[in-house]
């Protein structure tokens, strides 16, 4: 059974983008954005939400179209439909049984692919194993939030805390299960 793994940018105020999905602060390149993408290429399956997939279209994604090619798809909407997909991407409906499912029968650990809603709603139902968060060194006041409105409280514990020269860090934690 693979981990659940949400492996996202924040702001130092805890945005994972700034108002109207900005993005633009972040940092764009870097040793740190190097490791993320050798980090993605151990990933077989990526789940998000639908809003997270759509963002994907601002940079050139296709509609029905895997955003990683190496990946499973599994993306969460009880709305979202294609007139053409490939066979790598799933439109789920959004239950804790299909996410139990996928985590079941996943042959690597699963990548959370953002989405500050979705993630709260993974968090709330204790579904996230795995925190690691590029840290970026900037404060962005407004926007998506890490984990959207959830208010659900939790213990992690440290595994790997990497800087770069950027400013960057990449901080993994292990959400506790009580």
């Not at 997270?52 to 499973?72: R, S, V």
């Amino acid at each position: 059974m693979g981990k659940i793994i949400y492996y996202v940018a924040s702001s130092l105020d805890g945005f994972i983008s700034g108002p109207n999905e900005d993005t633009r602060m972040f940092v764009p390149g870097g040793k740190g954005i190097e490791k993320y993408f050798e980090d993605l290429k151990k990933f077989k399956t990526v789940i998000m939400g639908r809003k997270t997939y759509e963002f994907g279209y601002k940079f050139g994604l296709q509609p029905g179209q895997p955003a990683y090619q190496h990946m499973q798809h599994h993306i969460f909407s009880d709305s979202l439909t294609f007139e053409n997909k490939a066979e790598s991407v799933h439109v789920e409906p959004r239950k804790i049984s299909r996410v139990q499912e996928i985590k079941a029968s996943a042959s690597s650990d699963i990548y959370l692919c953002g989405g500050g809603i979705f993630a709260g709603w993974l968090l709330d139902h204790h579904l996230i194993d795995q925190l690691k968060i590029k840290l970026n060194p900037i404060i962005l006041g407004d926007g998506i939030r890490l984990f959207g409105s959830s208010k659900t409280k939790g213990k992690l514990d440290l595994m790997q805390d990497e800087t770069f020269e950027n400013g960057l860090k990449i901080i993994t934690y292990s959400i506790r299960k009580n």
